[in-house]
């Protein structure tokens, strides 16, 4: 198997299906630290931020000749393109080319998904005030500006008036230089709740594992918090799961585990965008936990060419049958900033009702910096209840206990 960039725990999954199996790795530097097994990598073929699509494919090229690859996978988001083209290249499953580009270009999706029926919120590409004040014209306020590509809520600002937009770009524009990319967008903002779908296919049949009620911090758009299965009723849920299959189908998706983030507004569910991954922020983890639906197993399995998808329905329908079981996370997060001297109370929080982790992702001396990212939360606990409002106070307060002793 060739694994192109990371994937964390997904390489020793598949090991464990397959303990035969051999692999060899194409990534970036900043991949490397993060490799989990890299003494069972039989080849490890490390390429500069930046490295040409060129480079990529002579990396792939020079492991098929030493070792033929039999399966190639890309379990990130990152280097679409290069996989896109040593698949074509080495005759590969993998997503095709437009796909990659309507899932990591917004402004892609966006007309993709207006053009078959699926979601008209109006889009457009940026660079100056103008160009934002001609879109509100005939959009409205409010509007979303952000990256035209990003993770972590990076760069993400609501424009309520012509007077926010040189914040919002500025704040765009400083955000894309670190993602390494060019270009900002601004959309039409929906109002109402926000979702996660977490979802599996196969061969082009798609299925909904669990939808996601979503916190979030209502500025910066960060994520503070999720439960699981989300308290919807039947027809917002069929709702959601037509409208998140539908546009799956349309982007091309056919094989894979995705998450998919969307608004309910008004009875009507916009896409926000989605990722060809599992979802972040121990969502999957949960999910097998409260359900038996493990998407990271189903994709480790799928990846080997071995059947997963009826493995996964069969405990969706289980886990629709069954008396529920609630989990949820919750983050801190901090207004002000400063050296962290120390953390207190971590293990009362783990000792609490219905408390399954507690982490703590600062040690002293690190940075505490106010929430702008996802990567500024500190830290998290997930716990679970027999009712989505039980899971959540129950995370909610571990989180609560845990004291942050901070100097400027």
């Known amino acids: ?24 790795v194409v990534c970036q530097q900043q991949t490397v630290p993060y490799l989990q097994q890299p003494d069972r990598i039989q080849r490890l073929v490390v390429l500069p931020a930046g490295a040409s699509t060129a480079e990529w494919l002579a990396a792939a090229r020079y492991i098929d000749q030493i070792d033929p690859v039999d399966r190639m996978v890309n379990y990130t988001e990152y280097d679409t393109d290069k996989t896109a083209a040593i698949s074509e290249d080495l005759g590969l499953p993998a997503p095709s080319r437009d796909t990659y580009r309507y899932v990591s270009d917004k402004c892609a999706m966006r007309a993709r998904l207006a053009a078959a029926g699926i979601d008209d919120t109006p889009a457009a ?13 005939s959009a409205g306020y409010p509007l979303i500006c952000k990256p035209v590509s990003g993770v972590g809520s990076r760069g993400v600002s609501l424009i309520r008036s012509c007077d926010d937009i040189p914040t919002a770009l500025r704040g765009g ?53 999720h439960v699981l299965p989300a308290p919807l009723p039947t027809g917002s849920q069929d709702l959601v799961e037509k409208t998140v299959t539908d546009m799956l189908s349309a982007l091309g998706v056919e ?30 983890k949960m999910l097998a936990h409260v359900s038996r639906i493990d998407l990271v197993d189903a994709l480790a399995r799928q990846s080997l060419g071995l059947e ?22 919750w983050y801190a997060s901090s207004d002000a900033g400063g050296r962290v001297d120390a953390v207190d109370g971590v293990e009362e929080a783990r000792g609490m009702d219905g408390v399954v982790e507690v982490s703590v992702d600062v040690r002293a001396g690190d940075r505490l910096s106010p929430l702008t990212m996802s990567r ?33």
């Open 308 to 329: 997963a998808f009826e493995d996964v329905l069969a405990a969706r329908r289980r886990f629709g049958s069954g008396p529920a079981t609630y989990a949820a996370i």
């Open 255 to 284: 094989n894979g585990v995705t998450h998919t983030e969307v608004i309910l507004t008004d009875g009507v569910v916009r896409i926000v965008e989605t990722h060809l991954r599992p979802a972040g922020d121990k969502i999957p």
């Open 173 to 225: 524009a400083e955000a894309a230089h670190t993602l390494d990319v060019t270009a900002l967008m601004v959309e039409r903002f929906h109002e109402g709740q926000e979702f996660s779908v977490e979802a599996f296919s196969d061969r082009g049949r798609h299925l909904v594992a669990c939808v996601t009620e979503k916190h979030i911090e209502p500025t910066r758009f960060v994520e503070l918090g």
């Open 125 to 137: 590409l940026v660079s100056t005030e103008s160009e934002v004040r001609r879109f509100a014209e």
């Open 376 to 408: 500024d939360r500190p830290a998290h606990a997930w716990a679970v209840g027999d009712a989505p409002e039980e899971a959540l106070q129950r995370a909610r307060a571990a989180v609560g206990v845990l004291r942050f002793h901070v100097s400027a």
């Open 1 to 24: 198997m060739l694994i192109l960039g990371g994937g964390g725990e997904l390489h020793p999954r598949a090991r464990a299906i397959r303990p035969d199996l051999r692999t060899s």
